[in-house]
């Protein structure tokens, strides 16, 4: 069963900044998708940045260029980097694994963490 357990969530003021960690366990795909959606009320959940096993990001329009996204060595921790965070970024944040097994794909998703920027 893999799990995915996240950490950082907090509060910013506008402009400031905040790292997301979401360690992943039990997966046993090396072939893989890891990355961050956050979801405000009454907004649907939307992705903020991914990051492939191979290396490729992708990033919302809303955080490009704000936003980035890493991983460890293993390949099984991948971390938000938040800077010049706005009041609009406030949502809870969840991480998503998404496991490659041919053409079978398994998801799963992290707890969520509350981010809120304000002053």
């Known amino acids: 069963q893999v799990q995915l357990v996240e950490s950082g969530g907090g509060l910013a003021q506008p402009g400031g900044s905040l790292r997301l960690s979401c360690a992943a366990s039990g997966s046993i795909f090396s072939l893989n998708i890891m990355g961050w959606y956050r979801q405000a009320p009454g907004n649907q959940r939307d992705r903020v940045a991914s990051?492939?096993?191979?290396?490729?990001?992708h990033y919302a329009d809303s955080s490009q260029g704000r936003f980035t996204i890493s991983r460890d060595n293993t390949g099984n921790t991948v971390y938000l980097q938040m800077d010049s965070l706005k009041p609009e970024d406030t949502a809870v944040y969840y991480c998503?694994?998404?496991?490659?097994?041919?053409?079978?794909?398994?998801?799963?998703w992290g707890q969520g963490t509350q981010v809120t920027v304000s002053s």
């Open positions: 990051m492939t096993s191979d290396g490729n990001t």
């Open positions: 998503k694994r998404v496991d490659i097994d041919g053409a079978s794909q398994h998801t799963y």
